[in-house]
């Protein structure tokens, strides 16, 4: 194995140094006017994150660490083992929870990550600096409620809640006639703020038509009568809607 001295720290630089592995964060020659030159050192924990500062003697040595970053793909987990695979091997790797940090609450199954070892060992998981995720759940805000930086929970997809900026609760808003499924509206100036600005973006939302189904006798009436009193000119317009509800025609 390479060996390295304390003069050869660099910022970045790991060893090993009584069984963990150390990376360099800061360092200093000093060489008083009395007294033997020393190396004093910042340095990091890279499993544990704690990060110490201590001098040594540029001469000491140590074995320097090769880190090994390699690409994966989170699959699934089991209990407290969270397994990945191999992107060019197809093998899976299986990890502990306890190895993995907070941001991993936000990685669902088939997103790529990279998997740190060393020696053959794992001890880390590199997640994306930035992940797409749907939200599964969020409350409505407080309505009027617009002060800065004002949040409300919010659950994503992966089950992780996080906070998020409110809008205005309920906003009136007429959808014109004829208004088809799909159709998306945007409200000016009614979305989330801007970071570091008074301005705001806008609120888009999509329009979802759903045709009752499996309609009582009482309930077709009603929409019978409805269609009739729609008039021939307006039936026209909507007549595959109401094919939809009684069949091939208006019965």
């Excluded at 070892?117 to 599964?136: D, H, M, R």
């Excluded at 703020?193 to 888009?204: A, E, K, M, W």
């Amino acid at each position: 194995m390479a060996t390295i001295t304390a003069g050869d720290f660099r910022n970045g630089k790991t060893f090993e140094m009584d069984g963990k592995i150390m990376q360099v964060v800061e360092f200093q020659h000093v060489k008083p006017g009395k007294g033997a030159a020393f190396v004093r050192t910042k340095m990091k924990n890279v499993v544990t994150g704690a990060v110490t500062e201590t001098s040594f003697n540029p001469t000491a040595k140590f074995e320097e660490a090769f880190i090994e970053r390699k690409d994966y793909e989170y699959s699934y987990n089991d209990g407290d083992l969270y397994y990945f695979m191999d992107q060019e091997t197809y093998d899976m790797v299986p990890v502990s929870k306890d190895m993995l940090d907070d941001s991993f609450k936000f990685i669902k199954e088939n997103t790529p990550v990279k998997l740190l070892s060393y020696k053959g060992n794992v001890f880390s998981v590199e997640t994306p600096n930035f992940v797409e995720l749907t939200v599964t759940k969020a409350d409505p805000g407080v309505k009027g409620d617009t002060a800065t930086n004002v949040t409300k929970p919010a659950t994503v997809e992966t089950g992780a809640e996080i906070k998020v900026p409110t809008l205005d609760g309920d906003i009136p808003y007429t959808i014109p006639e004829g208004t088809q499924n799909g159709t998306v509206f945007t409200v000016r100036g009614k979305g989330i703020p801007y970071v570091n600005s008074t301005r705001r973006g806008d609120l888009i939302f999509r329009v979802t038509v759903e045709i009752p189904k499996g309609l009582n006798d009482k309930q077709k009436e009603a929409m019978r009568a409805f269609a009739d009193a729609c008039g021939e000119v307006n039936y026209a317009k909507h007549k595959q809607f109401f094919r939809k509800i009684f069949g091939q025609g208006k019965k």
